[in-house]
């Protein structure tokens, strides 16, 4: 999952994120859930995630993010007035 919150925001920003952000990310989500009792994620912890998942998952790029892409709908924007 973190993978493809990496690569989702990377691509909407067009731009690379720092582990730091994606661990305020998860922390944030956490806090919005009300799951205030999960351990806060550190950067550490981020980096040695995806890492694990990269090295046991090679080609993720060209078959997870795809399908992941095809499947996820962005949630609409409300109008405004």
Known sequence: MLCLVQHSVE???QHR???????????AGFHVDGNLKQKAVDEDSIRKNLAHFKR????WQ???APAFA?????PEKPETK
């Open 11 to 13: 691509s909407s920003l």
């Open 17 to 27: 994120v720092t582990n730091k952000t994606i661990a305020n990310l998860v922390n």
């Open 56 to 59: 046991n998952n090679p080609l």
């Open 62 to 64: 060209n078959e997870i």
């Open 70 to 74: 095809r499947n996820f709908q962005p």
